[in-house]
């Protein structure tokens, strides 16, 4: 799924066995607390992930956040409400560990993404930067 896109195709890489840094990748994730991945599922295919991490910050009194990154869906299940579900549940789990917010970025090219988390209550509120090492 993380190939299944425009964007992925060109960063990504599906090989099998994968390629040893999404193993390890995988591994940094699972032995966190702080970061969870919410996988759905259909008839034992997975069809959709997200990662959620929770971050402490200083601002908002010292309140927690949960970032949501690698939002997928396959590209044959799209459109049948599996990203509501994977979002909502990482909404639930964010409020669950007490967070003042859920942010996510997404590329701007993504026009499509954007209309999706405005319906569920995202808000453009501020512009992403990133520098790639």
Not at 29 to 46: F, G, K, R, S
Not at 101 to 125: H, P
Request: glycine content about 6%.
């Amino acid at each position: 799924m993380l190939a299944d896109d425009k964007l992925g195709a060109q960063r990504e890489v599906w090989s099998s066995p994968p390629v040893t840094g999404y193993v390890e990748a995988f591994e940094a994730i699972v032995a966190d607390p702080n970061n969870e991945l919410v996988v759905a599922v259909i008839d034992e295919a997975i069809v959709g992930m997200l990662q959620i991490t929770f971050i402490p910050y200083l601002t908002y009194q010292g309140r927690w956040r949960a970032l949501v990154e690698g939002v997928r869906v396959s590209s044959d299940t799209r459109s049948h409400g599996i990203g509501t579900a994977l979002l909502r549940r990482a909404i639930e789990r964010a409020r669950e560990r007490n967070c003042v917010m859920v942010q996510l970025t997404t590329d701007r090219s993504r026009q499509d993404a954007q209309r999706f988390y405005e319906r569920l209550g995202f808000v453009s509120s501020h512009d992403g930067m990133k520098l790639h090492l």
